[in-house]
């Protein structure tokens, strides 16, 4: 298994800051995301490999973990797992160095580590069924709102007189499928022994970080960047959405922090309606400014009977 | 649809999403393949751990993937570790909150 250098991936030292880091993956997300990227097949390597490495780096528990892994790896080294993996996937968007280290949130609970083997059993000898397997599966923002088709293999090992085989499977990813959500393909986990049933197979989806939003259930949230002046006298601005370029309404007089809502271009439902698209607005004062600028700017000072403050 | 490569080195099996399972499950398959009997996950509904409450007995509920999956780990856990109903429905409370502020705290830090 080869080391994945995240650091590099992302362009960043190790002693990045959390905001360095969420920075450097939106700048390159938005060069390499399939939707943009010339070499399509090229771009969507590059992206599954920066959305591992955010999905690291971005969580302090999973860095740290990271951070003392690399400190001990020698370079070439060929590290085995830290355990024996039953099964082997590929076609899930994340490497077998993040599969063994990092998937299924860091230790928590997962039924293919079940410590005995016997499974959802009750022990009786000798027949038992199979054990549940599961495996992360990325899935980005269009895939999740359109469904998508994926194929995955999964090779198993010679174990217990089952020959070694490798299976192909089209997934099938429903429209409307929300992070955390289960795909379960029946039968299609561990063999049962004794001719018991075999266990299933649950690939857990988890959203792909996008350049431009963050989801909530099935509401997207992005930042709208405004001037000042467009901040005071509004703006129809053009913002990305998962449907293409739409224009939004900055009324006159909105607040840094006011958040705007376009209706119907989220995530799917449950109800099969869409969420909506929270822009929330960031107002930046512009820097350098030339001397012409500063004199307008004092001027409109002298002017303004504005006051943000008591004392102002 | 299955296709099995008998000249390769593994045997290779193309299977498509709606062949290997039904998305949504009536109450007696889901007990099924969860290992239970239907009354006990009846019994488990009415307690308010599954599925919504039977408000209506007339009305059974239906299970997604992610339900089965929760119930075959509740299986495991009452037959492997012997663990108390009243103990799972705390640990499967647990479970979805624990769920609930991931999803949450992944929002929160990537805003």
């Known amino acids: ?312 | 649809m299955k296709e099995t490569a008998s000249n390769s080195r593994y045997a290779l099996i193309l299977i498509s999403r709606e062949e290997a399972a039904p998305a949504v499950h009536p109450l007696e398959e889901a007990a099924r393949i969860a290992g239970m009997h239907p009354a006990r996950l009846r019994h488990y509904c009415r307690l308010g751990i599954f599925g919504p409450a039977l408000a209506d007995p007339a009305r059974e509920p239906a299970f997604d993937d992610d339900q089965l999956y929760e119930l075959r780990r509740f299986e495991h856990f009452r037959q492997r570790m012997r663990l108390h109903p009243a103990a799972l429905r705390l640990l499967c409370e647990l479970w979805r909150k624990v769920e609930h502020l991931e999803a949450e705290l992944r929002f929160f830090r990537d805003r």
């Not at chain 1, 939707?35 to 740290?64: H, T």
């Not at chain 1, 580590?113 to 000798?126: N, Q, S, V």
């Not at chain 1, 958040?259 to 109800?271: A, E, F, N, S, W």
């Open chain 1, 1 to 312: 298994m080869q080391f994945q250098d995240y650091y590099q991936a992302l362009g960043v030292t190790r002693t990045a800051t959390p905001a360095a880091l969420k920075l450097a993956f939106r700048k390159l997300a938005r060069i390499h995301h399939p939707d943009v990227a010339q070499d399509k097949v090229a771009g969507e390597a590059k992206f599954k490999e920066l959305n591992e490495a955010y999905e690291v780096l971005s969580d302090p528990i999973k860095r740290q973990h990271y951070d003392e892994l690399g400190a001990q790896w020698q370079p070439g080294h060929q590290a085995a797992p830290p355990r024996e993996p039953e099964v082997e996937f590929s076609g899930t968007g994340f490497s077998d160095f993040f599969e063994s280290y990092f998937a299924g949130g860091g230790g928590e609970f997962r039924t293919r580590a079940d410590p005995d083997g016997r499974g959802f059993a009750d022990g009786r000898a000798f027949t038992h069924p199979g054990q549940d397997v599961e495996a992360d599966l990325l899935v980005t923002l269009n895939e999740a709102l359109t469904g998508a088709t994926r194929k995955l293999t999964l090779r198993r090992p010679s174990m217990d007189g089952h020959a070694e085989r490798t299976d192909t499977y089209q997934v099938k990813i429903p429209a409307g499928v929300r992070e955390g959500k289960r795909i379960r393909l029946a039968g299609q986990g561990s063999p049962g022994y004794g001719g018991a049933a075999p266990g299933d197979l649950y690939l857990r989806v988890r959203l792909a970080r996008h350049p431009d939003f963050t989801v909530q259930a099935a509401d997207l949230h992005c930042d709208l960047d405004l001037a000042p002046w467009e901040a005071v006298l509004g703006i129809r601005a053009r913002i990305p959405t998962l449907d293409g370029l739409m224009s939004l309404r900055v009324p006159p007089g909105t607040e840094a922090g006011s958040r705007l809502r376009l209706r119907g271009l989220g995530l799917r439902r449950d109800d099969g309606t869409r969420g909506d698209i929270y822009a929330t607005t960031r107002v930046h004062t512009p820097r350098p400014v030339s001397a012409e600028e500063q004199a307008l700017w004092q001027q409109l000072a002298t002017l303004s009977t504005f006051k943000p403050r008591k004392d102002a």
